[in-house]
């Protein structure tokens, strides 16, 4: 476990080094320039040479920060570290007098921090160890808060978003496309003849089609940007943000074919699109892309 000590005083850096060696990798840097290009030459995959003990791309668990440095305050090079979002825990260490200053660091998001008083140097692994397991506990409960999230917005059979999601989003679409004077598309799909191959095949059978139309249309839109949704039954949504009906018709004319090319029976897909006019209400935008499936719908039969 790599821990950063920033430290400008050789003495005093070379105590605490020699404190924590036993527990943890140890790199020392003089300066809130040194740790700052080195997070930055991380974040760039690059690593920093010339820097003793610091070569490779090897992130740190924890800094320990002094405060009274040359050139930028500990308190400055902290605040720059949490502007930069680097997920590192911070622990400050200050003077005598200066507890103020970890008190203020500590409300800006520190994990910890330590006063050089007495041999403060003794306590400085539990207080690392501490900071670190807080860390990776804040990062557990994340990680759990995003998985309940996915779950409740996700279809479980085929993956896409649900119908909860599909409102929620289309919304915040509207809302940023009238805002920006941006375009919006948003298609509307049914599967055809699907009623007649899930009564024949059965359930089993029907959620297979159901579950490789899902793929379908998330292959065929722009991940992390388009919004792909189960709307209900054998009906598919898809939103997609900065697309004028042209380019909508040209995704839905992709999943019409992909569908067909499949050749699950005699099921295909229909398709209504529809462009957001800055005007239509929810309700009425949706209205009008059902209404044109419900055209191309006629047209199958």
Request: aromatic share 8%; with cysteine.
């Amino acid at each position: 476990m790599k821990i950063l000590i920033v430290e400008d005083n050789p003495d005093h850096a070379e105590l605490v080094r020699l404190a924590l060696k036993p527990h943890f990798e140890v790199c020392l840097l003089e300066s809130g320039e040194d740790v700052l290009q080195y997070l930055e030459g991380l974040e760039g995959n690059e690593g920093i040479a010339g820097l003793e003990g610091l070569e490779g791309n090897t992130w740190p668990a924890a800094i320990l920060l002094d405060y009274l440095l040359p050139g930028i305050d500990g308190l400055a090079v902290f605040e720059r570290i949490k502007k930069k979002e680097y997920d590192i825990p911070v622990i400050m260490v200050t003077g005598q007098g200066d507890e103020g200053i970890a008190v203020e660091a500590m409300k800006k998001g520190a994990y910890d921090y330590v006063v050089k008083s007495g041999d403060y140097r003794a306590v400085l692994p539990s207080v690392i160890y501490r900071a670190v397991k807080q860390r990776e506990m804040e990062r557990e409960k994340a990680r759990l808060t995003l998985e309940l999230e996915k779950l409740t917005i996700t279809d479980d059979l085929t993956s896409l978003f649900n119908r909860r999601y599909f409102y929620r989003k289309l919304d915040e679409e509207m809302v940023r496309a009238k805002r920006q004077n941006g375009k919006l598309s948003l298609i509307m799909f049914d599967l055809d003849n699907f009623k007649e191959y899930n009564d024949t095949f059965g359930h089993l059978e029907g959620d297979r089609v159901l579950k490789e139309t899902g793929g379908i249309i998330l292959s065929s839109i722009r991940e992390k940007f388009d919004s792909g949704c189960r709307y209900g039954g054998d009906e598919f949504a898809v939103i997609l943000p900065g697309a004028h009906i042209r380019q909508a018709a040209v995704v839905a004319g992709r999943i019409e074919r992909s569908v067909r090319e499949k050749r699950m029976g005699n099921v295909g897909i229909s398709a209504g699109i529809a462009e957001y006019d800055y005007e239509s209400s929810m309700k009425d935008f949706i209205m009008t892309a059902d209404d044109a499936l419900y055209e191309a719908k006629k047209v199958q039969k």
